[in-house]
């Protein structure tokens, strides 16, 4: 018995295992369900992040474009009785401030048809325009009137359009975002347009920005524009252009407008100050592409 014992214990230890290739498939099916898992878990972070990078996004349009409402209802003439429009808010604003513009102007000059969505959200014919309404150069400008850099370039906008009327079609849009009175200023150049007085009314409310303290030097510049005191206080009080600046804001936001002024050349973005030299190398680039292209 007691030699017999070594040899059942060499039996036992060639008993087969068990068969190392179905092993190997349910380790790999266990790591390809945790592979899925895992994706799935990645995926779903990503949604979870993205939706809430949209909400903070919704969220921060809301409440910029609320900030506009709540200014446009309380910018009724009354309101231009009791408060200073300018005075000591010009020389401390983060929306607006000179930059460098920097231009590619085979980018910007070229003709590009059909329009692409960019111009087509920018280009509002319905808003005060100057130029030459069937020309392929259109420039935009979003603005605000107590914005002291649109101050500095209106006259240099000026002189271009007058100088290129047959050449280009340049359209005002409003961004009143600087302060409380940036929307009453748009209203009101909004009623000065439905009395055709707007170009007259605009350049007058840059010569006087920082001069604006009372009703009574408002009321001076609306009738030195030639304008109808009654009729635009009228139309002050209806706030019929609410809506109007709240599309050109909303327009603004969703073109990446951040300050005033903010220029959209056939849809190309040009952001601050723009000099003369550069607005004639604009249209001179625009006039040798468009006529290789005839």
Not at 21 to 30: A, E, F
Not at 89 to 104: F, G, I, K, Q, R
Not at 128 to 137: E, R, V, Y
Not at 158 to 168: E, F, M, P, V, W
């Amino acid at each position: 018995m007691a030699v017999s014992a070594p040899n059942q214990v060499s039996q036992l230890t060639e008993i087969p295992g068990p068969d190392n290739g179905l092993t190997k498939s349910r380790v790999k099916k266990h790591w390809g369900r945790w592979l899925v898992l895992v994706l799935v878990l990645l995926i779903a972070i990503l949604l979870v992040a993205f939706l809430f990078a949209l909400s903070a996004e919704i969220s921060r349009r809301d409440n910029e474009l609320k900030g506009v409402i709540d200014r446009a209802q309380k910018g009724t003439s009354a309101s231009i009785i009791t408060s200073k429009l300018l005075t000591g808010l010009v020389d401390n604003l983060a929306s607006s401030s000179p930059a460098t513009t920097t231009v590619n102007l085979n980018e910007v000059a070229v003709q590009t048809s059909p329009k692409d969505s960019m111009r087509q959200l920018a280009e509002k014919l319905d808003r005060p325009q100057l130029g030459n309404a069937s020309s392929s150069l259109v420039i935009v400008e979003f603005a605000d009137f107590n914005c002291p850099v649109c101050e500095a370039e209106f006259p240099i906008i000026r002189t271009i359009t007058n100088k290129y009327a047959k050449d280009l079609l340049f359209i005002f849009r409003n961004y009143p975002v600087i302060n409380d009175n940036s929307a009453v200023l748009a209203q009101a150049s909004l009623c000065a347009n439905e009395q055709g007085k707007f170009w007259a009314f605009h350049d007058r409310l840059y010569f006087s920005q920082g001069k604006i303290a009372t009703n009574d030097d408002f009321k001076n510049l609306a009738i030195m524009s030639g304008l109808d005191w009654t009729k635009l206080q009228a139309c002050l009080n209806s706030q019929k252009y609410t809506k109007q600046i709240l599309d050109d804001t909303s327009d603004a936001l969703d073109l990446g407008v951040k300050g005033t002024p903010t220029f959209f050349v056939n849809g190309h973005k040009l952001e601050g100050a723009v000099t003369t030299e550069v607005w004639e190398q604009i249209i001179a680039k625009y006039k040798e592409l468009n006529k290789n292209n005839l």
